[in-house]
């Protein structure tokens, strides 16, 4: 059997020429000269990357607002980051309380089901945002390893109005958080080091005004030490941070 190749379409056909109107949640449109610099293939090795992730460190650390330089630039979506984040704090016998608003909230359970670590989903009020005293009587009542959440639940619209204080209830009971601050980050405060998280995500896609199908993570130094010292198997090659800062 011999497949034949297929019709030719002009691309003008299939994609826009002009600028388009984006009315979604992202992506959004990005400056002419981000879309500049993502029509140029530059080689991954040499000077010219070097800079390159440096200043993804640098002006990471600004829009993370963190000292920390475990900061990563992914070739993958926010989802390819989330998964980083949980796989690398989370694995069989570990247990996590995620605080589910919605499809996002809720891609933090399918995560960590997937590397077998013991998930409970705390559900609001209606459409209510999580207050911290809703994590306090969840922590009290049972043991977790991680707490997860995001900022803004794309899905409903719903802010976590109260995540400084949660991630500080969590501190105070010793659990390590992971934030998803896809659709927040650069458009609302966040303060990754005053507040005390320990894992945030971000897509290029929304707030950063950048492409689409690229996402950053940020480890503060605590949770990054205690990912290189794990002993459990991790299950990624690609999102294993450890090798990222080699």
């Known amino acids: 059997m011999k497949i034949q190749p297929p019709k030719n379409i002009p691309l003008h056909d299939i994609i826009p020429v002009g600028p388009t109107l984006l009315m979604g949640a992202g992506p959004v449109p990005i400056p002419k000269e981000v879309a500049m610099a993502n029509s140029i293939v530059i080689s991954h090795l040499g000077e010219s990357m070097k800079q390159i992730v440096g200043r993804i460190q640098t002006m990471g650390q600004y829009v993370f607002q963190t000292e920390s330089k475990k900061i990563f630039g992914i070739a993958g979506p926010s989802s390819a980051a989330m998964e980083m984040a949980v796989t690398s704090l989370l694995w069989p016998g570990r247990k996590v309380l995620v605080l589910n608003l919605g499809l996002f909230s809720a891609r933090f359970a399918e995560l960590a089901s997937g590397v077998g670590a013991e998930v409970t989903e705390l559900l609001p009020e209606g459409h209510e945002p999580f207050r911290a005293h809703h994590v306090k009587a969840a922590l009290e009542k049972n043991h977790y390893d991680v707490l997860t ?90 999102l294993d941070p450890r090798r990222a800062y080699r």
């Open 149 to 238: 959440l995001v900022q803004g639940e794309t899905s409903c619209g719903v802010k976590n109005i109260e995540l400084e204080e949660i991630i500080k209830v969590a501190k105070s009971f010793g659990v390590r958080t992971i934030v998803d601050a896809v659709c927040t980050l650069s458009t609302m405060p966040l303060q990754m080091d005053d507040w005390g998280i320990d894992v945030v995500v971000v897509g290029g896609q929304k707030g950063l005004s950048a492409i689409p199908g690229v996402s950053m993570i940020a480890f503060s130094e605590s949770a990054f030490e205690f990912i290189a010292k794990r002993e459990a198997r991790m299950p990624h090659w690609c």
